[in-house]
């Protein structure tokens, strides 16, 4: 009785290692790993020797920290990183006030077909990164362009929107295309779960709409804001499809535009991985600073909030 009683405390103990097991496996083959292997390899750097011919010619030698240095001595990188900034500026502000406007206007009384207007606002966000960008790269393109052959047959001018200022643009115009969606299921989410005796209380205090919107619905949704604003700087950080995708179509995408163009230029196009790898890490550990920074100001927001 004893050893059977041990048997089942033991596999009762063992019993929710058992079940972390699978995704603990995961998580390490496939995310801890290849971040450990980027880290080495940044370390290191290959080593030539005479016209690097024959075996031992090419030596694969520890170099610490001067991968980093080149990296953020790198003028390429910083501009890269400046565009992004820019592209962000856009893309962010615009994304997230389209999509607390529809997660609004859906959680209206007096909307109809919700739900078929609900799936019409998503649905971009279910097209692939590159199919979006190509879609919109020919809707660019002067030559086929069905806008531009409106404009011309209007008599109107046709800006080139894939050079110049123009293309900070048309870059933000695919991200906010297909990520409005995802950002106003969440708010809209959100909103739905609000009680209704919140709103019952507002109108019996002779509250219109607009206040009900401005004061009670959006402070009460400013968790998902902070959630979908959280996701949207990590993915404006890391944008490479819309520019690589567009690049063939306009010389005015070169192929450092943005930091990850230029890690993956430097690593598949020059052949130098280890430099490409301290690349990587330093924009990971960036966007890590930044996002652990942002959740830190709105945490303590928040706190100051609640104290009031």
């Not at 944008?239 to 430097?266: A, C, G, I, Q």
Request: overall charge positive.
């Amino acid at each position: 009785m004893k050893s059977t009683a041990r048997r089942q405390t033991y596999g009762a103990k063992a019993a929710p290692y058992a079940f972390l097991l699978p995704a603990t496996l995961l998580f390490t083959l496939f995310f801890a790993l290849p971040i450990g292997y980027a880290i080495w390899l940044s370390l290191h750097k290959v080593k030539v020797s005479g016209l690097g011919l024959g075996s031992g010619a090419r030596k694969e030698v520890w170099t610490g920290l001067e991968n980093y240095t080149d990296a953020l001595t790198d003028s390429e990188l910083m501009h890269g990183a400046l565009r992004v900034l820019g592209y962000g500026c856009i893309v962010v502000p615009v994304m997230l006030g389209l999509a607390l406007l529809f997660a609004l206007m859906l959680d209206s009384d007096k909307v109809r077909l919700a739900p078929f207007t609900r799936l019409a606002i998503f649905l971009p966000y279910a097209v692939p990164g590159v199919v979006a960008a190509l879609l919109w790269g020919f809707l660019y393109l002067p030559d086929v362009s069905p806008f531009y052959f409106v404009l011309d047959k209007l008599g109107m001018p046709q800006p080139d929107l894939l050079d110049g200022g123009p293309l900070y643009l048309a870059l933000s115009n695919i991200a906010v295309w297909g990520g409005t969606g995802f950002n106003m299921i969440v708010i809209y989410t959100s909103l739905q779960a609000i009680p209704a005796e919140v709103y019952e209380a507002a109108k019996l205090d002779g509250a219109t709409p607009t206040q009900i919107a401005l004061r009670i619905k959006i402070p009460m949704v400013a968790p998902s804001l902070v959630l979908t604003f959280f996701f949207s700087i990590i993915a404006t950080l890391q944008v490479f499809n819309e520019p690589t995708t567009l690049k063939p179509l306009t010389n005015s995408v070169s192929t450092t535009w943005s930091p990850l163009m230029k890690v993956y230029r430097d690593a598949f196009g020059e052949g130098d991985i280890h430099g490409a790898a301290a690349q990587a890490v330093i924009i990971a550990f960036a966007t890590l600073l930044l996002s652990f920074g942002f959740l830190r100001a709105a945490n303590r927001r928040q706190k100051q909030e609640a104290t009031r």
